[in-house]
Nanobody, 119 residues
Framework: QVQLVESGGGWVQPGGSLRLSCTASGFTLRDYAIGWFRQAPGKGRERVSCITRSIELTVYADSVKNRFTISRDNAKNTVYLQMNSLKPEDTAVYYC????????????WGQGTQVTVSL
């Protein structure tokens, strides 16, 4: 069964940190570019970060640059998103997908994990 599962979300105060995990089953993550996306209430889904397949080039949205870090652990078939200096505007449901594009028609998507940043 092909599946992507996100974990690591939760509630954190502003300035805090969380590490999200995206773990695959039924296929090998290193064969794909992996994107992290988020969707806040009433807003569209936006790309937060992406790591390419072969040379592992990383890209970040301007809003998270220098605060978030994407990385792979191929042995664990997992991609991480380390989120530091979190802000209330980072509050959203975070998703991972086997694509760097939010509109890729054949990408696998996880079910999402909620991140809430508030006092």
């Amino acid at each position: 069964q092909v599946q992507l599962v996100e974990s690591g979300g939760g509630w954190v105060q502003p300035g805090g940190s969380l590490r999200l995990s995206c773990t695959a089953s039924g296929f090998t993550l290193r064969d794909y570019a992996i994107g992290w996306f988020r969707q806040a209430p009433g807003k569209g889904r936006e790309r937060v970060s992406c790591i390419t397949r072969s040379i592992e080039l990383t890209v970040y949205a301007d809003s998270v640059k220098n605060r978030f870090t994407i990385s792979r652990d191929n042995a664990k078939n997992t991609v991480y998103l380390q989120m530091n200096s979190l802000k209330p505007e980072d509050t959203a449901v975070y998703y991972c997908a086997t694509s760097c594009s939010v509109s890729a028609p054949s990408a696998y998507w996880g079910q999402g994990t909620q991140v809430t940043v508030s006092l």
